[in-house]
């Protein structure tokens, strides 16, 4: 039995969800998401609450029904609050700027490295070595920030490169004479 998908999804106030043919349709204050999910979960709304129940026994069911419920719940979340990831940028000369709609990196490289920002995320170089990825979308916010620190992860001897703000880079000794 799933824990996590016993428990239903509460609906705060303002946010509207519309439940069809196992297809979601959440609206908040933020914006709009829409969800599908396989035929072994049934979704049912009942008093502001979202409930997720799985229409057998088997290992596929139950492994939907708590996935199923978390999207719905990370949905719920994004419409009320939204998703907000940090990345820091470290090293000489290493640096971000954003112009109109396009994130220009600076990060050793002989070139600038240029990203088209999706325009359903609000992206921010709040200092030129800060980049903040906001959005409603978890899925979406997380892999634009992966996308941004994948083109310089930190290495372990000095640190340089990019990193989210909370993660902590295991540093190496480097080579003694």
């Known amino acids: 039995m799933s824990r996590v998908g016993k428990k239903p999804v509460e609906l ?34 009942d008093q502001g609450k979202i409930i997720v129940v799985p229409l057998n026994e088997t290992k596929g069911a139950k492994s939907t029904w708590g996935m199923a419920r978390t999207l719905i719940n990370n949905m719920v979340m994004g419409v009320t609050e939204g998703y ?64 941004i620190r994948k083109l310089r992860k930190p290495e372990p001897y000095k640190g340089k490169g990019i990193k989210y703000r909370e993660e902590f880079i295991r540093r190496k000794e480097g080579k003694k004479k």
């Open 12 to 45: 705060p106030d303002g946010i509207e969800a519309n439940i069809v043919a196992n297809e979601i349709t959440i609206k908040g204050k933020k914006g709009e998401l829409n969800a599908s999910f396989p035929e072994s979960v049934k979704l049912q709304k």
């Open 84 to 147: 907000t990831r940090n990345l820091e940028i470290n090293g000489v000369g290493y640096r971000a700027s954003i112009e109109g709609n396009i994130l220009t990196l600076q990060l050793g490289y002989s070139h600038d490295i240029k990203l088209a920002i999706p325009e359903d995320l609000d992206v921010k170089c709040v200092k030129p070595t800060e980049i903040s990825v906001n959005g409603i979308s978890k899925q979406k916010v997380g892999q634009f920030a992966s996308e």
